[in-house]
């Protein structure tokens, strides 16, 4: 098994604390109801929601992905640090054993957010991930991102 990691920073005007309650606290009910033509719904299989527990996001009928399951490592609300794998779901392909994020919301000095990400892919065998297949994964965690972004925008007092 190889292990290839992937670090990633992007900035927002939406404060730290409102997007890491969007992001992990309520993204159970919040991505859902942002993504209904992706997301059908994310539930707790394992667990009470925080570290431990297992989660479960099952998407729309008719995508190339039917579910993927979380395994949830960290919670932290006072540092707004959260880690989580994914451990079984068509996203892992053939391929993959895991993939692993560990994630900071940090204070930017305009009132805003530094949004810090470690990605690790953990391979099967001697396969080597390519770019091309994280790039892919990390858009569509920016498409997501992007649309809690602009939620919150749009909706100030949202997580306030």
């Given at each position: 098994?190889?292990?290839?990691?992937?670090?990633?920073?992007t900035?927002?005007?939406?404060?730290?604390?409102?997007?890491?309650?969007a992001l992990?606290?309520?993204?159970d009910?919040?991505?859902?109801k942002?993504?209904?033509?992706v997301v059908k719904n994310?539930?707790?299989v394992?667990g009470?929601?925080?570290?431990?527990?297992i989660?479960?996001?099952?998407f729309?009928?008719?995508?190339?992905i039917?579910y993927?399951k979380?395994k949830?490592?960290?919670?932290?609300?006072?540092?707004?640090?959260?880690k989580y794998?994914?451990?079984?779901?068509?996203?892992l392909g053939?391929k993959?054993?895991?993939?692993?994020?560990?994630?900071k919301?940090?204070?930017?000095?305009?009132?805003?957010?530094i949004?810090?990400?470690?990605?690790?892919?953990?391979?099967?065998g001697e396969y080597?991930?390519k770019?091309?297949e994280?790039?892919?994964?990390k858009n569509q965690?920016?498409e997501?991102f992007?649309?809690v972004?602009?939620?919150?925008l749009?909706?100030?007092?949202?997580?306030a």
């Amino acid at each position: 098994m190889g292990v290839t990691t992937y670090t990633h920073e992007t900035t927002t005007p939406v404060a730290p604390t409102r997007l890491f309650k969007a992001l992990v606290v309520d993204s159970d009910n919040l991505v859902p109801k942002l993504m209904p033509q992706v997301v059908k719904n994310i539930e707790t299989v394992e667990g009470d929601g925080g570290a431990g527990s297992i989660k479960k996001i099952n998407f729309v009928e008719g995508g190339p992905i039917k579910y993927l399951k979380h395994k949830i490592h960290v919670v932290d609300d006072k540092n707004l640090v959260t880690k989580y794998s994914m451990i079984e779901g068509d996203g892992l392909g053939d391929k993959l054993e895991s993939i692993t994020y560990d994630i900071k919301f940090e204070a930017a000095g305009n009132g805003g957010c530094i949004c810090k990400s470690i990605t690790e892919y953990h391979t099967k065998g001697e396969y080597v991930l390519k770019e091309e297949e994280h790039s892919e994964g990390k858009n569509q965690g920016m498409e997501l991102f992007k649309t809690v972004e602009t939620y919150l925008l749009v909706n100030p007092s949202v997580y306030a």
